[in-house]
């Protein structure tokens, strides 16, 4: 047994079985290609490399770290990469210049909506043209919106054309900074960071309060847009909400371009849903598609995550899947905590999604927009809280619980024959049923 599968044995003692069995298990460690510093596994699809390295490398590299003494860097990629042209370079150029980069980020394969066009047509311009248009890009938005995804799409591209690109977390950079200072090979370090061509650092807000790092990244930063480098950066806030961030830092993040990416609309949660179901040849009816862009308010990351759960579970026991296998699947995925929902919140969260007021809903205006938010409102206090239909009736400003009745008839109606309907109140019943 070889040093890569010693380590995934160690690795089942502190996993579930079913987690080590659904990702681990068919990793594929190339004993040729890893060294002493390096550790190359290959994973049969994008969606097990992604949980993968989310999930495990820290975990991987310190239990060869524990076997053997050194620190290694942990690359996962797919299988198909290994017979490609690039697998022919040196160990050591793989760990400088590509182990971090995951090749099925790439633009082609990003879903481009309202939310993050703007962000999307930057990273893009930059890859055409890197350290001219805009430098630095700092991309910013919440958790699981696209950043990495952009920034590594860009970072795939410019490898391709020869360009020396690094890519690491602030976590990473530190990490290697403080092993670097401690082996007194500070020399290496700087020549690694600086002389590359293009520097990618994913979430830059956890410089905050570490002075001595923003020393060294001010440094690194100044030595790369002199000399017409790229340099892309994530966070999780724009540039001047970083507290405990030097001003000459904040001011440089600022100098060439910054951009948000907010939560997808549905529609483009719908599309991104079907492209990942295309590329990881993952089949789902539009039931299905649709009920997981309601249950997933913002995070898109969650998405491959339910998808690989989803074909696992599929293949494990043998079952096709269909919209009640999804529900028992991820009923996880869904806090049933309905218990604090009252009328005030529902029709609030229903007022802000469809851009009108509360006092609305509850008025007795007839324009279209408004009875549209009423039937929404009436229907999801009917299904989320313990109202009757009196109750309701006075809430609303209606006469009695026979014209509450009446409404969700109509409503009942509407769902059957309308379906954007039926996936506006899916999605604001489970985004109030995960939120409350």
Same mark, same amino acid.
């Given at each position: 047994?070889?040093?890569?599968?010693?380590?995934?044995?160690?690795?089942?003692?502190?996993?579930?079985?079913?987690?080590?069995?659904?990702?681990?298990?068919?990793?594929?460690?190339? *004993?040729?290609?890893?060294?002493?510093?390096?550790?190359?596994?290959?994973?049969?699809?994008?969606?097990?490399?992604?949980?993968?390295?989310?999930?495990?490398?820290?975990? *991987?590299?310190?239990?060869?770290?524990?076997?053997?003494?050194?620190?290694?860097?942990?690359?996962?990629?797919?299988?198909?990469?290994?017979?490609?042209?690039?697998?022919?370079?040196?160990?050591?150029?793989?760990?400088?210049?590509?182990?971090?980069?995951?090749?099925?980020?790439?633009?082609?394969?990003?879903?481009?909506?309202?939310?993050?066009?703007?962000?999307?047509?930057?990273?893009?311009?930059?890859?055409?043209?890197?350290?001219?248009?805009?430098?630095?890009?700092?991309?910013?938005?919440?958790?699981?919106?696209?950043?990495?995804?952009?920034?590594?799409?860009?970072?795939?591209?410019?490898?391709?054309?020869?360009?020396?690109?690094?890519?690491?977390?602030?976590?990473?950079?530190?990490?290697?900074?403080?092993?670097?200072?401690?082996?007194?090979?500070?020399?290496?370090?700087?020549?690694?960071?600086?002389?590359?061509?293009?520097?990618?650092?994913?979430?830059?807000?956890?410089?905050?309060?570490?002075?001595?790092?923003?020393?060294?990244?001010?440094?690194?930063?100044?030595?790369?847009?002199?000399?017409?480098?790229?340099?892309? *950066?994530?966070?999780?806030?724009?540039?001047?909400?970083?507290?405990?961030?030097?001003?000459?830092?904040?001011?440089?993040?600022?100098?060439?371009?910054?951009?948000?990416?907010?939560?997808?609309?549905?529609?483009?949660?719908?599309?991104?849903?079907?492209?990942?179901?295309?590329?990881?040849?993952?089949?789902?009816?539009?039931?299905?598609?649709?009920?997981?862009?309601?249950?997933?308010?913002?995070?898109?990351?969650?998405?491959?995550?339910?998808?690989?759960?989803?074909?696992?579970?599929?293949?494990?026991?043998?079952?096709?899947?269909?919209?009640?296998?999804?529900?028992?699947?991820?009923?996880?995925?869904?806090?049933?905590?309905?218990?604090?929902?009252?009328?005030?919140?529902?029709?609030?969260?229903?007022?802000?999604?469809?851009?009108?007021?509360?006092?609305?809903?509850?008025?007795?205006?007839?324009?279209?927009?408004?009875?549209?938010?009423?039937?929404?409102?009436?229907?999801?206090?009917?299904?989320?809280?313990?109202?009757?239909?009196?109750?309701?009736?006075?809430?609303?400003?209606?006469?009695?619980?026979?014209?509450?009745?009446?409404?969700?008839?109509?409503?009942?109606?509407?769902?059957?024959?309308?379906?954007?309907?039926?996936?506006?109140?899916?999605?604001?019943?489970?985004?109030?049923?995960?939120?409350?």
């Amino acid at each position: 047994m070889n040093i890569g599968q010693e380590v995934l044995e160690e690795l089942k003692n502190e996993i579930t079985e079913l987690e080590y069995n659904r990702y681990i298990r068919h990793l594929d460690y190339d *004993l040729k290609k890893s060294s002493s510093d390096l550790a190359v596994y290959y994973a049969q699809n994008a969606l097990v490399v992604n949980w993968i390295k989310n999930k495990y490398t820290d975990k *991987l590299a310190h239990l060869f770290e524990i076997k053997t003494g050194n620190k290694v860097t942990v690359s996962i990629t797919l299988k198909s990469a290994k017979t490609t042209k690039k697998a022919k370079t040196t160990a050591k150029e793989v760990a400088k210049t590509s182990s971090l980069l995951n090749p099925s980020y790439s633009f082609d394969n990003f879903m481009v909506g309202g939310s993050n066009q703007f962000a999307y047509a930057a990273i893009k311009s930059v890859s055409e043209n890197p350290g001219k248009v805009y430098n630095p890009v700092f991309i910013y938005g919440g958790v699981g919106l696209g950043k990495t995804h952009l920034m590594q799409a860009a970072g795939n591209v410019l490898q391709n054309t020869g360009k020396v690109v690094i890519y690491a977390t602030v976590e990473q950079f530190l990490n290697d900074f403080i092993r670097h200072v401690k082996n007194k090979t500070m020399d290496r370090f700087q020549e690694k960071y600086r002389k590359c061509d293009v520097l990618l650092i994913d979430d830059i807000q956890f410089l905050s309060n570490k002075e001595g790092i923003q020393e060294e990244f001010f440094h690194t930063f100044e030595a790369l847009k002199g000399t017409g480098k790229q340099i892309i *950066l994530t966070a999780d806030k724009h540039p001047k909400k970083i507290g405990g961030l030097e001003a000459r830092l904040q001011s440089r993040f600022e100098w060439g371009l910054v951009a948000d990416i907010q939560p997808p609309e549905l529609e483009t949660k719908i599309a991104i849903i079907k492209k990942k179901c295309e590329i990881n040849k993952v089949k789902l009816s539009d039931e299905i598609v649709n009920y997981i862009a309601t249950v997933i308010e913002s995070n898109v990351r969650e998405i491959e995550g339910i998808l690989s759960k989803l074909h696992a579970y599929s293949q494990l026991m043998h079952v096709d899947i269909d919209i009640e296998f999804t529900k028992n699947v991820l009923k996880d995925q869904i806090k049933e905590n309905r218990q604090n929902l009252t009328m005030d919140t529902i029709t609030n969260v229903v007022a802000k999604d469809l851009n009108i007021k509360p006092s609305e809903i509850r008025s007795k205006g007839r324009s279209k927009n408004i009875v549209y938010a009423r039937r929404i409102s009436i229907y999801i206090c009917r299904e989320l809280t313990q109202s009757t239909m009196p109750q309701l009736a006075q809430y609303f400003g209606m006469k009695d619980h026979t014209a509450i009745s009446h409404t969700i008839k109509k409503i009942n109606d509407l769902i059957e024959k309308d379906e954007d309907f039926k996936v506006k109140i899916d999605e604001l019943t489970n985004k109030l049923s995960s939120s409350s």
